[in-house]
């Protein structure tokens, strides 16, 4: 049975309920996005690995094709087979590391709407988009965790990681008009719609697995002709045993291998598809019904049926929220005293005697924010039970100020803070959390009274710039206050506002006089 909608979430999980949900007919839910984008165009804001398929240049040490040796001839000989096997075998060392394959990959920040698909460059902080009309083909592998694009103007183009085959298939339900059964790699699923299974999970061709018969090659590797070897080191022994004094090898320089973009249209004798995180089907359940954590390891997720003193554990390949993640196994010990201590992000500590280890686990909140940290900055919708994200500090989004562990007092939140954020963990008092915000208000608001700032522009479109003196300034920050619209504070001043939009009672408004 199809679900009726969808929550999004990464892993293979989060991209099977949303292929239900859309061959379904349903449609994409828009989501909150701190880009500035029309209302509902924002369909994924999240983060995958992205890398492209490029050959690039690359230099190696060549050696003189002939060389003299004072002596007989056959030392010259012998010496310049050898140069000659040195250069070769650095030309396609190098000819392999220029031949096209994935460079990356990069963890950057990607944004799909109905159109285009986004990512953030973490050096320059440029957007770069492919819209989907530029999208040839394309291969969704949601057990590895990888989409792949092959572009009509580009190189190819590949996403990795929990969130790539959500956003593979947003993009499939656009490039192939809602046929998502014709998606390379998505076959498990759509065999598991029409045969009425709830779940796809099983063990899935290598084919299927891998695409159907799209493939990436790689360069071939790098293997030296076994006769050239042996004349070439023969000689090389030769020349050694001989004890001549006066060897000369000859002068080196270097050369350029220079990579090749061309996709080869039949599959090399080599295994050919670039290495993907093989489908791992989940772990069976443990022999011993009373240990449900045995085996576990970094990675894992439990969800926990039980209470917090009498837990019952059930692995969750998915990974949802809720859930407590395995952070690190603490071996040859079953002393939570100080198995955890030298960990770092981690929330509870629980033994397992068994494995004769202390699994150090992490909470997952349906908020990535709960695990935020003092001057890290984050953004979430107005209202209760929202979901709170990280985000690139801006106007307009929030600044943590402080953060308070299961706080004795119901608003720990000082006067510096503009609104404070809970975060409930049923039944685990102590992981309760609450995140003390600032709005981080546009730069003037930061500027002192008697500060002297050069105006410009009117309206919504007025902008202000600092000065290196007030004489080269057209204002003067006659006073301030932190609310929007507050004409009468500034009395005979003229005066400028801001607020947010998405929190209209957080807003600042400034006094400005004309410098003397």
Same mark, same amino acid.
């Given at each position: 049975?199809?679900?009726?909608?969808?929550?999004? +979430?990464?892993?293979?999980?989060?991209?099977?309920?949303?292929?239900?949900?859309?061959?379904? *007919?349903?449609?994409?839910?828009?989501?909150?996005?701190?880009?500035?984008?029309?209302?509902?165009?924002?369909?994924?804001?999240?983060?995958?690995? /992205?890398?492209?398929?490029?050959?690039?240049? =690359?230099?190696?040490?060549?050696?003189?094709?002939?060389?003299?040796?004072?002596?007989?001839?056959?030392?010259?000989?012998?010496?310049?087979?050898?140069?000659?096997? +040195?250069?070769?075998?650095?030309?396609?060392?190098?000819?392999?590391?220029?031949?096209?394959?994935?460079?990356?990959?990069?963890?950057?920040? =990607?944004? =799909?709407?109905?159109?285009?698909?986004?990512?953030?460059?973490?050096?320059?902080?440029?957007?770069?988009?492919?819209?989907?009309?530029?999208?040839?083909?394309?291969?969704?592998?949601?057990?590895?965790?990888?989409?792949?694009?092959?572009?009509?103007?580009?190189?190819?183009?590949?996403?990795?990681?929990?969130?790539?085959?959500?956003? #593979?298939?947003?993009?499939?339900?656009?490039?192939?008009?809602?046929?998502?059964?014709?998606?390379?790699?998505?076959?498990?699923?759509?065999?598991?719609?029409?045969?009425?299974?709830?779940?796809?999970?099983?063990?899935?061709?290598?084919?299927?697995?891998?695409?159907?018969?799209?493939?990436?090659? +790689?360069?071939?590797?790098?293997?030296?002709? !076994?006769? /050239?070897? &042996?004349?070439?080191?023969?000689?090389?022994?030769?020349?050694?045993?001989?004890?001549?004094?006066?060897?000369?090898?000859?002068?080196?320089?270097?050369?350029?291998?220079? #990579?090749?973009? =061309?996709?080869?249209?039949?599959?090399?004798?080599?295994?050919?598809?670039?290495?993907?995180?093989?489908?791992?089907?989940?772990?069976?359940?443990?022999?011993?019904? *009373?240990?449900?954590?045995?085996?576990?390891?970094?990675?894992?997720?439990?969800?926990?049926?039980?209470?917090?003193?009498?837990? %019952?554990?059930?692995?969750?390949?998915?990974?949802?929220?809720?859930?407590?993640?395995?952070?690190?196994? %603490?071996?040859?010990?079953?002393?939570?005293?100080?198995?955890?201590?030298?960990?770092?992000?981690?929330?509870?500590?629980?033994?397992?005697?068994?494995?004769?280890? $202390?699994?150090?686990?992490?909470?997952?909140?349906?908020?990535?924010?709960?695990?935020?940290? $003092?001057?890290?900055?984050?953004?979430?919708?107005?209202?209760? #039970?929202?979901?709170?994200?990280?985000?690139?500090?801006?106007?307009?989004?929030?600044?943590? /100020?402080?953060?308070?562990?299961?706080?004795?007092?119901?608003?720990?939140?000082?006067?510096?803070?503009? !609104?404070?954020?809970?975060?409930?963990?049923?039944?685990?008092?102590?992981?309760?959390?609450?995140?003390?915000?600032?709005?981080?208000?546009?730069?003037?608001?930061?500027?002192? /009274?008697?500060?002297? &700032?050069?105006?410009?522009?009117?309206?919504?479109?007025?902008?202000?710039?600092?000065?290196?003196?007030?004489?080269?300034?057209?204002?003067?920050?006659?006073?301030?206050?932190?609310?929007?619209?507050?004409?009468?504070?500034?009395?005979?001043?003229?005066?400028?506002?801001?607020?947010?939009?998405?929190?209209?009672?957080?807003?600042?408004?400034?006094?400005?006089?004309?410098?003397?």
């Amino acid at each position: 049975m199809a679900r009726s909608g969808y929550q999004p +979430r990464p892993g293979a999980q989060g991209a099977w309920e949303l292929f239900q949900h859309l061959i379904a *007919g349903g449609v994409p839910t828009p989501v909150q996005s701190t880009l500035r984008l029309d209302s509902g165009e924002v369909l994924m804001d999240e983060t995958a690995h /992205v890398s492209i398929w490029v050959p690039t240049d =690359v230099q190696y040490k060549a050696y003189n094709r002939w060389t003299y040796i004072q002596g007989a001839p056959i030392w010259s000989l012998a010496a310049t087979v050898v140069n000659r096997h +040195r250069t070769s075998r650095n030309r396609r060392k190098a000819a392999q590391e220029a031949a096209a394959q994935w460079r990356g990959p990069d963890l950057l920040r =990607v944004v =799909v709407t109905s159109q285009s698909v986004w990512w953030r460059e973490t050096e320059t902080g440029e957007w770069l988009d492919v819209p989907f009309g530029m999208i040839a083909e394309m291969r969704v592998d949601p057990y590895a965790g990888v989409t792949e694009f092959e572009l009509k103007s580009k190189p190819p183009l590949r996403f990795a990681g929990p969130w790539a085959a959500f956003a #593979g298939i947003l993009i499939a339900h656009f490039v192939y008009a809602g046929q998502l059964a014709a998606v390379p790699g998505l076959a498990p699923f759509a065999a598991a719609v029409t045969s009425g299974r709830t779940t796809p999970w099983q063990q899935p061709t290598a084919a299927a697995a891998h695409g159907g018969n799209w493939q990436f090659p +790689r360069p071939a590797p790098n293997r030296a002709p !076994k006769a /050239v070897v &042996v004349i070439a080191a023969a000689a090389l022994l030769v020349v050694l045993a001989s004890g001549l004094s006066s060897v000369h090898i000859g002068s080196t320089w270097s050369g350029t291998a220079a #990579g090749s973009n =061309v996709l080869p249209t039949s599959t090399p004798s080599d295994p050919a598809v670039l290495p993907l995180t093989p489908f791992v089907p989940p772990s069976p359940s443990p022999t011993n019904p *009373g240990d449900p954590l045995a085996g576990a390891a970094p990675g894992d997720c439990y969800a926990n049926s039980g209470t917090e003193d009498d837990p %019952e554990w059930q692995l969750d390949p998915g990974c949802q929220p809720g859930d407590f993640k395995v952070v690190e196994a %603490e071996q040859d010990t079953i002393d939570t005293s100080s198995a955890c201590s030298g960990v770092n992000d981690w929330d509870k500590d629980y033994p397992d005697p068994p494995d004769d280890q $202390v699994l150090c686990m992490a909470y997952q909140d349906s908020s990535p924010a709960y695990d935020a940290d $003092v001057n890290q900055c984050v953004f979430g919708p107005l209202g209760p #039970g929202q979901t709170w994200n990280f985000t690139p500090c801006g106007t307009g989004n929030f600044t943590v /100020v402080n953060a308070y562990r299961n706080p004795t007092d119901p608003s720990p939140c000082g006067s510096d803070s503009d !609104k404070p954020i809970p975060f409930i963990v049923p039944g685990y008092q102590d992981l309760d959390k609450v995140l003390c915000l600032q709005m981080n208000f546009p730069w003037i608001s930061t500027v002192q /009274v008697n500060g002297c &700032v050069w105006e410009s522009g009117s309206g919504s479109d007025t902008n202000f710039a600092p000065v290196t003196s007030c004489s080269d300034a057209n204002a003067v920050v006659e006073g301030r206050i932190f609310k929007p619209d507050d004409w009468s504070f500034c009395g005979h001043y003229a005066g400028w506002s801001w607020k947010s939009s998405d929190y209209p009672d957080l807003g600042v408004t400034v006094c400005l006089g004309s410098p003397n």
